[in-house]
């Protein structure tokens, strides 16, 4: 069974292996700034001093979640091939203020752009408390048991999701006005945000994203 499936795996990759989503993900773990056991949730990592073990260790800063996403008007290849949703960005309590969300996104902004691809979400503030991880173990566990939620209050919500959306542009990102894309509530395409790499070589995509999304 377990073969089966190993089989099965490789056989996918093989057949995606070129493309530009796949591409991304690898990207980003190829200078080990990003962690991943999943190619689903990426862990940022900063070396910081250990005073009291008197050695650097790897801490994780922030966490990113990466997902494959559908749209009602793109085949779905064109979509798996050419597109990636952002499904989250959590910073470490101890690092929000200080600029990490901004070093984030460009991080994320240059792997889109080195890798042809398109890469959406929207400002949707989530409550998701990160500790501090510095090993894989507390990073699984983590995965395992962490819950997150939306503020309890949809008015407060909304706010805060106007008050985030113009720092995803400021840190380089366009806006989206989410074309295509299903949601339970379609005032949340309004905190649509993305980013098109200019190494993009389809026509269909290149077409909806100069009709859908305004830098």
Not at 26 to 33: A, I, N, P, S, T
Not at 64 to 75: K, R
Not at 127 to 138: A, F, G, M, S, V
Not at 206 to 211: D, L, M, Q
């Amino acid at each position: 069974m377990n073969d089966n499936h190993n089989e099965k795996l490789n056989a996918d990759y093989e057949l995606r292996k070129n493309w530009p989503s796949i591409k991304f993900r690898e990207y980003l773990v190829k200078d080990r700034l990003w962690w991943t056991n999943n190619w689903e949730d990426f862990y940022l990592l900063q070396e910081m001093a250990d005073y009291e073990a008197g050695e650097y260790r790897s801490y994780v800063t922030a966490a990113v979640g990466i997902e494959y996403l559908t749209n009602q008007y793109l085949d779905l290849m064109t979509v798996q091939k050419h597109f990636l949703h952002i499904n989250y960005i959590t910073v470490r309590t101890d690092w929000r203020g200080l600029g990490a969300l901004g070093t984030v996104s460009k991080l994320l902004i240059r792997a889109a752009e080195d890798t042809g691809i398109v890469l959406v979400g929207h400002a949707r503030p989530f409550n998701i408390d990160l500790p501090e991880i510095t090993n894989q173990d507390q990073a699984l566990e983590w995965q395992d048991n962490n819950q997150s939620s939306h503020n309890m209050s949809l008015k407060k919500d909304k706010a805060n999701a106007k008050k985030l959306l113009p720092k995803y542009l400021e840190y380089g990102f366009c806006k989206y006005d989410g074309h295509g894309i299903r949601f339970n509530n379609r005032w949340w395409k309004k905190m649509c945000f993305g980013y098109s790499s200019s190494k993009i070589d389809d026509y269909e995509v290149n077409k909806y994203i100069n009709a859908h999304m305004y830098c």
